[in-house]
């Protein structure tokens, strides 16, 4: 979400005639996009604005010789508000997250010598120049269809940070679409917290549409339909995604919609049903993989991928293990684990930060170990198989390699052949697999 972000900031920029610098060394202007969901997170990122502001004021290490101008924008400030002028006393301007629509205007006072400037969003804000792209850029692009989230699991900012649910009329997004693809973008993804809620808050599909009386509605699902229907689009992703979503409806989605990736994000969080209420995460274990079930009943090569937070206050060795057993049961292709960090506000904040963090990091790694492990084994089964492979270009660990990925989201490496352009897709033979990437060979 927030490399979309920055990339909507950035066409605002070119737009509003500033020009791209080759990086921080050759930058008058540094805009800092920060995340708070971590506590880490926010402490990187107010770090870099510290060390720039350091550089523009000709102190400390110089990484930014040129900088005039330092922004923060995205989560933190909010979470912060006008505190970000403790932590940061002569930053130039701190811009909430719906409200990076105003960062050419703020830039602009910032050059004619404003300073310390705080733009803080509403909860219920819709923000401007969400449609903004950076034109040519790539073959692959983001696109935010739902902003903020009204779920209210224990251990999250987010609802905070990002504001309440808003579902981007449709007719906007396909209009986006299309003129993304007609710039040459093969694949989009989705973006939103929980993207399926889409349409359930607001309508989406029209003025006199009525938001679902509380399930999930259709809407999703129609917005698959009419973007599969964009030419020259090849591919469409989102993420994240609640079991709940997983409805009928979304399946039959993935069937009558051929472009529509055949992956799906699903954090799970935890596979102990008590963590999983405490979290306030709305399904129990057996939902979840039910769930899965679902998705793999269509089809058995469907790809799954997840997040999980390790060391949740309380929770358990035997906590811990059903989290393993659950992974294994679910036969995760990829996930991402986290080690929890208290979030000031949060409903678990007020619970005892009770597990070490060396046993926080020992259940990281075995989770890690465990999909290590995993990732091996779903991906030797792809062996033989043939791939529609979304070529990205040369791989970085070997040059002489293409990679891209499969609609599973599986990196592919390849020997390119002449033919092998950026953006298009080939056909990949599969001949040997590693825990998280296939190889194979052009066919
Ligand atoms: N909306 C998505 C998650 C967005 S946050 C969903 O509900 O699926 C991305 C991930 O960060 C979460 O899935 C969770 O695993 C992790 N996360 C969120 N808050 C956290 C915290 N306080 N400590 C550690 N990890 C956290
Ligand atoms: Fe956070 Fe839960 Fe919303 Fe995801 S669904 S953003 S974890 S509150």
């Given at each position: 979400?927030?490399?979309?972000?920055?990339?909507?900031?950035?066409?605002?920029?070119?737009?509003?005639?500033?020009?791209?610098?080759?990086?921080?060394?050759?930058?008058?202007?540094?805009?800092?996009?920060?995340?708070?969901?971590?506590?880490?997170?926010?402490?990187?990122?107010?770090?870099?604005?510290?060390?720039?502001?350091?550089?523009?004021?000709?102190?400390?290490?110089?990484?930014?010789?040129?900088?005039?101008?330092?922004?923060?924008?995205?989560?933190?400030?909010?979470?912060?508000?006008?505190?970000?002028?403790?932590?940061?006393?002569?930053?130039?301007?701190?811009?909430?997250?719906?409200?990076?629509?105003?960062?050419?205007?703020?830039?602009?006072?910032?050059?004619?010598?404003?300073?310390?400037?705080?733009?803080?969003?509403?909860?219920?804000?819709?923000?401007?120049?969400?449609?903004?792209?950076?034109?040519?850029?790539?073959?692959?692009?983001?696109?935010?269809?739902?902003?903020?989230?009204?779920?209210?699991?224990?251990?999250?900012?987010?609802?905070?940070?990002?504001?309440?649910?808003?579902?981007?009329?449709?007719?906007?997004?396909?209009?986006?679409?299309?003129?993304?693809?007609?710039?040459?973008?093969?694949?989009?993804?989705?973006?939103?917290?929980?993207?399926?809620?889409?349409?359930?808050?607001?309508?989406?599909?029209?003025?006199?549409?009525?938001?679902?009386?509380?399930?999930?509605?259709?809407?999703?699902?129609?917005?698959?339909?009419?973007?599969?229907?964009?030419?020259?689009?090849?591919?469409?992703?989102?993420?994240?995604?609640?079991?709940?979503?997983?409805?009928?409806?979304?399946?039959?989605?993935?069937?009558?919609?051929?472009?529509?990736?055949?992956?799906?994000?699903?954090?799970?969080?935890?596979?102990?049903?008590?963590?999983?209420?405490?979290?306030?995460?709305?399904?129990?274990?057996?939902?979840?993989?039910?769930?899965?079930?679902?998705?793999?009943?269509?089809?058995?090569?469907?790809?799954?991928?997840?997040?999980?937070?390790?060391?949740?206050?309380g929770e358990t060795e035997e906590d811990f293990e059903a989290t393993r057993s659950l992974m294994d049961e679910a036969g995760f292709d990829n996930a991402f684990i986290f080690k929890y960090s208290p979030r000031p506000g949060t409903r678990s904040a007020a619970l005892t930060d009770d597990v070490p963090t060396s046993e926080k990091e020992r259940r990281d790694q075995v989770l890690l170990d465990d999909q290590e492990r995993r990732g091996q084994v779903r991906n030797e089964r792809l062996v033989g198989t043939v791939r529609e492979v979304l070529a990205e270009g040369p791989s970085l660990r070997n040059s002489a390699r293409w990679s891209g990925?499969?609609?599973?989201?599986?990196?592919?490496?390849?020997?390119?052949?002449?033919?092998?352009?950026?953006?298009?897709?080939?056909?990949?033979?599969?001949?040997?697999?590693?825990?998280?990437?296939?190889?194979?060979?052009?066919?």
């Amino acid at each position: 979400m927030n490399v979309r972000d920055s990339e909507a900031v950035e066409a605002l920029m070119l737009a509003a005639g500033y020009e791209k610098a080759a990086g921080e060394a050759e930058a008058d202007i540094v805009i800092v996009n920060s995340c708070t969901v971590r506590d880490m997170a926010e402490r990187k990122a107010v770090g870099k604005c510290g060390n720039l502001i350091a550089a523009k004021e000709g102190r400390g290490k110089t990484v930014a010789p040129n900088v005039k101008v330092v922004g923060l924008m995205g989560c933190a400030v909010k979470r912060m508000g006008a505190d970000v002028f403790k932590s940061l006393p002569r930053l130039d301007f701190a811009v909430g997250p719906r409200r990076f629509g105003t960062i050419p205007r703020l830039v602009a006072r910032c050059l004619a010598g404003e300073t310390r400037i705080l733009e803080l969003s509403g909860d219920d804000e819709v923000p401007t120049g969400m449609d903004a792209h950076v034109g040519g850029s790539s073959f692959q692009s983001y696109v935010t269809v739902l902003l903020g989230c009204d779920n209210r699991c224990s251990y999250c900012i987010v609802p905070d940070v990002r504001g309440h649910e808003y579902s981007r009329p449709a007719r906007e997004v396909v209009a986006e679409v299309r003129a993304l693809a007609a710039h040459g973008v093969k694949e989009v993804c989705l973006l939103g917290q929980s993207v399926l809620r889409y349409g359930v808050r607001n309508a989406a599909w029209s003025e006199d549409d009525p938001p679902s009386p509380g399930g999930y509605t259709e809407a999703f699902p129609r917005l698959l339909e009419a973007l599969n229907a964009v030419d020259g689009l090849e591919r469409i992703r989102f993420t994240s995604a609640h079991p709940k979503g997983c409805t009928d409806e979304l399946v039959r989605a993935y069937r009558e919609f051929p472009k529509v990736c055949r992956h799906l994000h699903l954090p799970v969080q935890s596979g102990s049903d008590r963590v999983l209420k405490e979290m306030g995460r709305r399904y129990t274990r057996a939902e979840y993989l039910a769930a899965v079930a679902k998705l793999r009943a269509f089809d058995p090569e469907f790809a799954i991928t997840t997040d999980v937070i390790v060391g949740y206050p309380g929770e358990t060795e035997e906590d811990f293990e059903a989290t393993r057993s659950l992974m294994d049961e679910a036969g995760f292709d990829n996930a991402f684990i986290f080690k929890y960090s208290p979030r000031p506000g949060t409903r678990s904040a007020a619970l005892t930060d009770d597990v070490p963090t060396s046993e926080k990091e020992r259940r990281d790694q075995v989770l890690l170990d465990d999909q290590e492990r995993r990732g091996q084994v779903r991906n030797e089964r792809l062996v033989g198989t043939v791939r529609e492979v979304l070529a990205e270009g040369p791989s970085l660990r070997n040059s002489a390699r293409w990679s891209g990925r499969d609609g599973g989201n599986r990196i592919v490496v390849f020997e390119p052949n002449e033919g092998v352009r950026t953006g298009t897709i080939v056909k990949v033979r599969i001949t040997a697999a590693r825990p998280q990437t296939l190889i194979g060979e052009i066919t």
